[in-house]
């Protein structure tokens, strides 16, 4: 039986943070019943016969902001057309303050056992900045509450790169970062993108643009202190305790298949790419009509499912087998990139041990400089 990944988007906010470029409203609060109604419809006709599903995410936007009874019918629904594995990993993302114990009792009694918290900083100054909606203390009882709810897969995500952080502050952050406790943390880079509005702040000079050495030298530190933390860096943006390792994600590294539903979600299977339209009103019509709302087919050519899984494999701690790849795709790898795996080398990007490559402390920095040498032409 075929094993798949569902990814589930709920693209309702609270409001924009001033970063975001991802699809989601904050007026449409009064569509969320239609909104569920509309994915149970989405699951129905995008069944697929014979798939074992082994990892639901429930993603955004603020899946939070849903009532207990609109996921326990999202689950009901994807349980209804699909065989869901005993051990699925099942994980929410939430905002805090939009939960508290007794919401997050009803998660785990739905079924969710892995929960997400975006907390993005510990610094009240940070969190305005970052038009985020709660403030520290909320996400601190937020990581208390999931803990008396019967969470023990929790994963909190944070920014790295913010302007004008001083390192002393990261450090003492990373430290109230680690007493936190938490299986599993994510930190990204800040990343600007011209339509949101921090992006306009940025290009009109009403604040600075982010450091590129700032946060090189906070990605170090975090590296080093989570390790010494007994974190695993397992994957470019992500650390866990041994066993933690997010399933859901490992899967779209991998190359896995996954099917997104809802409104822009993203798709990979049998060989092609595919998303759903990012129109609201759209997604309900087609919904309506019965008629599945995906758009831009993206069938893979052999050469960039090569280079995909290159890269994608470059991410994971444990780089990529260069004779497993050569099998899979008929190639002597090592050969094929002869000169490109001697550049990075000598670079200091990645290193080869015996039959697999890896990137270097210093690559993982530099990811994007290592991936684009394995493109397509």
Not at 25 to 51: H, N, P
Not at 80 to 96: F, I, K, Q, R, S
Not at 108 to 115: D, P, S, V
Not at 146 to 161: H, M, V
């Amino acid at each position: 039986m075929p094993e798949l990944s569902l990814y589930i988007h709920v693209p309702f906010c609270l409001k924009k943070c001033s970063y975001c470029s991802f699809v989601s409203f904050s007026d449409r609060a009064r569509d969320k019943q239609k909104y569920v109604q509309a994915l149970i419809g989405e699951i129905t006709l995008g069944q697929r016969e014979g798939a074992a599903v082994s990892t639901v995410y429930l993603g955004g936007g603020t899946p939070s902001l849903l009532s207990d009874r609109q996921i326990g019918s999202i689950l009901e629904g994807i349980h209804n057309h699909y065989v869901v594995d005993t051990d699925a990993e099942v994980t929410l993302e939430a905002n805090p303050g939009t939960v508290d114990e007794a919401y997050l009792q009803s998660m785990r009694k739905l079924g969710i056992n892995r929960l997400s918290l975006g907390i993005q900083s510990l610094s009240e100054k940070e969190l305005a900045f970052l038009g985020r909606c709660h403030t520290v203390e909320e996400s601190r009882r937020a990581v208390i509450e999931a803990r008396q709810a019967g969470f023990d897969n929790l994963s909190l995500d944070f920014i790295y790169g913010l302007p004008n952080r001083k390192s002393c502050h990261w450090e003492t952050m990373l430290n109230e970062i680690i007493d936190l406790g938490a299986e599993h943390l994510s930190f990204y880079g800040l990343t600007l993108e011209p339509d949101t509005p921090l992006g306009k702040m940025v290009a009109s000079n009403k604040t600075p643009s982010p450091d590129a050495d700032q946060a090189a030298e906070e990605y170090e530190i975090a590296s080093r202190k989570l390790m010494e933390a007994g974190y695993r860096h397992y994957e470019i943006s992500n650390w866990a305790k041994p066993g933690f390792e997010s399933r859901h994600n490992t899967v779209y590294w991998q190359r896995g298949q996954y099917l997104g539903i809802g409104v822009a979600a993203h798709s990979f299977l049998d060989g092609s790419r595919f998303s759903n339209t990012v129109n609201l009103d759209e997604y309900f019509m087609k919904i309506k009509k019965g008629q599945l709302p995906r758009e831009d087919l993206e069938p893979i050519s052999p050469e960039l499912a090569l280079s995909e899984t290159i890269f994608l494999g470059l991410r994971l701690e444990e780089g990529i087998s260069m004779s497993d790849i050569g099998h899979q795709f008929s190639i002597d790898l090592s050969s094929r990139f002869s000169a490109e795996i001697a550049e990075l080398s000598g670079l200091g990007l990645v290193e080869v041990s015996a039959d697999r490559l890896k990137l270097t402390p210093r690559g993982r920095l530099l990811g994007n400089e290592v991936f684009l040498r394995f493109l397509p032409s």
